[in-house]
């Protein structure tokens, strides 16, 4: 009796292995698989432009860091900052980052403006629905530093909600729900017909740096390799200039 | 201020006004890396924004002094004033980045900026003059503001010697021909400074 | 097979208790990020089961009493929170009533301020589990035996006697296990509160929106808030267990008969 209930157990757990591995297998079916990209969400536009064919997961890079430490299973890791990149490195989940790209904050109103924001000290002076990302979020640290570097600070009571990742705080300027908003200047161009951006002064744009790296529990190194590879030359590097980001200055650190 | 020589350089000035002007901005230089270097206690917001913004205007007046120098187009004694005016526009960056340094945080790089000049800036002497005077007066008025918006002693200081050292630099760029002196050049807030600035320090 | 089914789904609930020591865990409930998460939490759904229960028991006595062709539009609408997207609803609520939205020009002249504010948790909870507490209230009242409130009326008792007096405390059981069913619901909202509300601690940050911002910040937070929503989930469950079977009792169609509870 014992024993036929055991045989039922094993079979119930066969069946739910054997539904997951065929979950899996069915992605893997072809010679190339598709790679599983983990991607900061400034970089969703010119990814999807540059490569539509890869798995890609956009979101904060803080939170993506978290997941593939839990055991995500990413090919790839792109971050908008040193830190979740260098943090993988750390423990090894991650192969050596390698910078490929830099960005600038830019502050953005809806187009109906309803704050009347011309520039960024009329954050000081009128009231203001602001909204920002978090600040484990990269751009949030971002966000931090340039109002830190403005003398701006005070802002900061003026925040009314902080987001998970800078397309959501993109998405409440466009729609109108928020006053303003801090985002990377390219996250501004694809909604250019519902924001309008209010410049920050160079003097006090933060070192923002990208670094990518390959998972190192990936089964796909050689491939995932050679994507980063493709993107650190001349085309990627078009791609990523056309949609707005930086070069990589040449004495980075 | 002392007998006239003929001004055969084109710079606009008298030559033993410019070798004090040299001297003095040798000396302005030291002493503003001096008092750089003093520990920052309690910086407030508005100080380290000065600082902030006067570090990018000092590696911008560096980029003017090598374009100008490059260009020479104003005369082979301008060399030395320019060079000068080099000298002290990085002295006055590091004096000014162990500031940041010393309020916890982080100072640009000057490989942090990518300065745009108009195609025509430094094609002729009343060009390079003029350019000198676009990006060193906004900067002066910039310091006027902080020695009045600061409140930490040392860096009113540093500021006013900052301010003495712009004046000279621009006086040194002012000719003598057909160009007044200010009576009171204006103090200008941050923002305006910033403004001034946008087009250059891109 | 049971056992199977039991391990993976008892396994999440019980790894979440097994990964921080009770020490620790009640030390994390103690910062500041879960104490205001509970503080809004407990704020918004308070006055979300209020306007719930204030508008959802006349409602449900009157889509139970009807059974004209509107009643079943009527319930048609009432459920489809149920089946929308937590996410769907945000963008509904937005296109209702954020800022550019339908009603937006209409909020903005009366002078009340929606976006980002505690009433717009409010509206996001309670537009999410009213269909709880409705669809549980419209059976509860439907299980009334019709006799009852018949026999008030002969005896000349009006209509809103007939209901305070005789339906509603008849259906008491079961819309208590709907209200149950909508707090449980609202307290764990998340998609459409993050989308209109937005996220700020002390203000708009409820406990389901503290887990996912604590997640990245220190775990052991997100797994004391995440605890703490188990426990209350639990009790919710337990209450309408106890509810639904009180509630069998009370509107046993025969009076006086013995009550033989129905479910083990």
Do not use: C
Not at chain 1, 185 to 194: F, G, K, L, Y
Not at chain 3, 16 to 21: K, S
């Amino acid at each position: 009796m014992r024993q036929a209930r055991h045989r039922v157990l094993a079979l119930g757990l066969a069946l739910v292995v054997a539904a997951l591995a065929a979950t899996d297998a069915g992605a893997r079916s072809t010679a190339t698989p598709p790679l599983t990209i983990y991607a900061a969400a400034s970089l969703t536009e010119v990814f999807k432009a540059l490569d539509p064919v890869q798995n890609y997961s956009f979101a904060g890079s803080n939170a993506l860091e978290t997941q593939i430490r839990n055991g995500a299973p990413a090919d790839i890791f792109a971050s908008a900052a040193p830190l979740n990149t260098q943090r993988l490195f750390k423990v090894g989940m991650v192969d050596k980052p390698v910078t490929f790209t830099a960005n600038r904050l830019a502050l953005i109103v809806p187009k109906s403006n309803p704050a009347g924001i011309k520039s960024i000290y009329d954050l000081r002076s009128k009231p203001v629905k602001l909204v920002v990302a978090g600040p484990a979020v990269p751009v949030g640290g971002y966000t931090l530093t340039v109002l830190k570097k403005m003398g701006l600070s005070g802002v900061l009571s003026k925040v009314v909600s902080r987001e998970s990742d800078v397309k959501a705080v993109t998405g409440k300027v466009a729609l109108g729900q928020a006053d303003a908003g801090f985002v990377y200047v390219t996250d501004a161009r694809p909604v250019s017909d519902q924001v309008t951006v209010v410049k920050i002064p160079a003097w006090a744009q933060p070192r923002v740096r990208y670094e990518i790296a390959v998972v190192s529990k990936s089964p796909n190194k050689t491939a995932a390799q050679a994507w980063i590879n493709a993107l650190l030359s001349a085309k990627g590097q078009t791609a990523l200039k056309n949609a707005g980001f930086l070069p990589v200055p040449k004495t980075s650190t | 201020m002392s007998a006239a020589v003929p001004d055969r350089h084109g710079l606009g000035i008298d030559r033993p006004v410019r070798r004090r002007t040299l001297l003095l901005a040798t000396v302005s230089g030291l002493v503003v890396a001096g008092l750089g270097a003093r520990s920052a206690e309690a910086a407030t917001d508005d100080e380290l924004a000065y600082a902030n913004f006067g570090l990018a205007a000092a590696y911008l007046a560096a980029d003017y002094y090598a374009h100008a120098l490059e260009a020479d187009k104003l005369g082979a004694d301008a060399r030395r004033t320019l060079r000068s005016g080099r000298a002290a526009s990085r002295s006055q960056a590091r004096a000014l980045s162990d500031l940041i340094t010393g309020a916890g945080d982080t100072p640009a790089a000057s490989e942090d900026f990518a300065f745009e000049w108009p195609a025509k800036a430094f094609d002729t002497a009343a060009a390079t003059r003029a350019t000198g005077l676009d990006v060193l007066r906004p900067t002066l008025g910039a310091y006027q503001s902080a020695v009045a918006a600061v409140s930490e002693s040392s860096y009113r200081v540093l500021y006013a010697s900052l301010v003495a050292s712009l004046g000279q630099q621009v006086g040194a760029l002012v000719g003598s021909v057909g160009e007044r002196v200010e009576t009171f050049p204006p103090a200008l807030d941050l923002e305006r400074a910033s403004d001034a600035l946008e087009g250059y320090l891109g | 097979m049971t056992s199977v089914a039991l391990a993976f789904l008892a396994l999440p609930v019980v790894a979440i208790f097994a990964q921080v020591p009770p020490g620790e865990l009640v030390s994390a409930l103690g910062s500041d990020a879960a104490k205001d998460a509970l503080i809004v939490t407990a704020k918004t759904n308070l006055v979300s089961m209020i306007l719930i229960l204030a508008f959802g028991t006349p409602a449900a006595y009157w889509i139970a009493t009807r059974n004209t062709r509107l009643r079943d539009v009527v319930v048609t609408v009432v459920e489809l929170p149920l089946v929308l997207p937590p996410a769907v609803a945000g963008i509904g609520l937005l296109a209702a009533f954020g800022r550019l939205g339908l009603l937006g020009g209409t909020i903005e002249a009366l002078g009340i301020d929606i976006a980002f504010t505690q009433t717009a948790v409010v509206l996001a909870v309670t537009f999410v589990a009213s269909p709880f507490y409705v669809r549980t209230a419209v059976a509860a009242f439907e299980s009334v035996d019709p006799a009852l409130p018949a026999a008030a009326r002969t005896l000349g008792a009006g209509p809103g006697r007939v209901f305070a007096r005789v339906a509603l405390p008849l259906a008491a059981g079961g819309l208590g296990a709907g209200a149950a069913l909508a707090f449980a619901r609202g307290v764990g909202e998340f998609g459409a509160t993050i989308m209109f509300a937005g996220s700020l601690q002390g203000r708009t940050q409820t406990l389901s929106l503290a887990v996912y911002e604590q997640f990245d910040l220190d775990f052991d937070v997100a797994l004391a808030i995440s605890a703490l929503l188990v426990l209350v989930s639990g009790a919710v469950l337990l209450s309408v267990k106890l509810l639904t079977r009180w509630r069998f009792a009370s509107t046993s169609p025969i009076p006086f008969a013995p009550t033989t509870p129905t479910s083990g």
